[in-house]
């Protein structure tokens, strides 16, 4: 086993400057993924770890009708947040959902935007082909079990799913994550940060080598909007999506005033169903309505033998998800 340096950061800057002058060094948080595919799976060859567990990156501040969320806040945290419990329903169940309590209390916010792909190809290194690990080897998903794998955004090169339940909601939500250099910081919008695999599997997100996420940013949502986070999965407890989706609707007498989609377990990137939002605003909120959105929604999907019970699955939810809010 190659060794890997350890370094704890005393502050922002010290932290960017430490990785950004290393090329193969990566920052260590909660360490609940990170460190399986450094560890365990060898999936990464980090040279230096650069542990920011102990910056002052903690906490939800909100700011009239926004809030801003630190990035070494725990999944726990945020969920008992009194403010996302009363006003963004979607993303605490979303996090109750998401993990068992034990991950959830050292699992964080940033670490959660930036995790990996699940894909059993990607993490097992006696694999060769992953384009996602080894640009240009090919995708042995495509042709070998593909159930937990991804119908948008989706294609010959890579099928790997995003696995995340709250940035079903955060992308939703339009949630923007705030990223900090040696340059200073930038706001990118989380439907913006995230790349779908086109023919390089290997680049998943716009973040810069040395970049790191100090926070999230978060509109909650107006009053009279209901909303949920629905996940359809094998098991209850301590399993991935099937599918699951994230709605937020407001209903005037009948008719829906505003819509927000998201979409977990079938897409390359957490997705957000902007045609569904199109063809609900203005229609009125019962059946006919949701199944023309889920048909939008999950429209031109690319399947594999293992995912093709996925494109029916994903407008179920849809559906299910739209009922639950506008009932």
Request: net charge neutral; aromatic share 4%; proline share 6%.
């Given at each position: ?79 008992a ?43 097992d ?22 159930r ?13 799913l995003?696995?995340?339940?709250l ?18 910081s ?42 949920g986070?629905?996940k ?92 639950t809010?506008?009932?």
């Open positions: 086993m190659s060794g890997i340096e350890y370094v704890r950061a005393a502050d922002p800057a010290s932290a960017v400057a430490l990785v950004s002058e290393e090329p193969d060094a990566a920052f260590l948080a909660g360490g609940t993924t990170e460190l399986d595919l450094a560890l365990k799976d060898r999936v990464v060859h980090p040279s230096r770890l650069v542990d920011i567990g102990r910056l002052p990156l903690r906490g939800v501040t909100r700011t009239g009708d926004h809030l801003r969320i630190a990035a070494l806040t725990t999944m726990e945290e945020l969920a947040d009194q403010t996302v419990g009363a006003r963004l329903p979607l993303v605490r169940e979303a996090l109750l959902a998401g993990a068992s309590t034990q991950l959830r209390n050292m699992a964080t916010i940033g670490g959660n935007v930036l995790q990996r792909t699940r894909c059993r190809y990607f993490r290194p006696d694999v060769a082909a992953c384009n996602k690990r080894t640009p240009g080897s090919g995708c042995a998903a495509v042709e070998g079990v593909a937990m794998h991804a119908i948008l955004g989706a294609g010959p090169s890579c099928i790997a995003h696995a995340s339940d940035c079903v909601p955060l992308v939703a939500l339009d949630a923007v994550v705030v990223l900090r250099d040696a340059d200073g930038r706001r990118v919008p989380l439907t913006e940060f995230y790349l779908t695999p086109g023919d390089r599997p290997d680049r998943e997100t716009v973040l810069r080598h040395g970049e790191l996420l100090t926070h999230v940013e978060l509109p909650l949502l107006p009053a009279g909007t209901r909303s986070y629905l359809v999965r094998d098991r209850s407890s301590y399993e991935f999506a099937l599918t699951s989706a994230a709605a937020a609707v407001r209903v005037d007498d009948g008719t829906i005033a505003t819509a927000k989609l998201g979409l977990g377990g079938v897409g390359t990137v957490p997705w957000r169903a902007y045609e569904a939002e199109r063809v609900l605003v203005g229609a009125p909120a019962n059946e006919r309505t949701f199944r023309a959105a889920a048909e939008a929604a999950i429209r031109d999907p690319f399947t594999v033998p293992g995912t093709e019970f996925k494109v029916e699955l994903a407008k179920r939810t849809i559906v299910r998800i739209l009922r809010v506008t009932s």
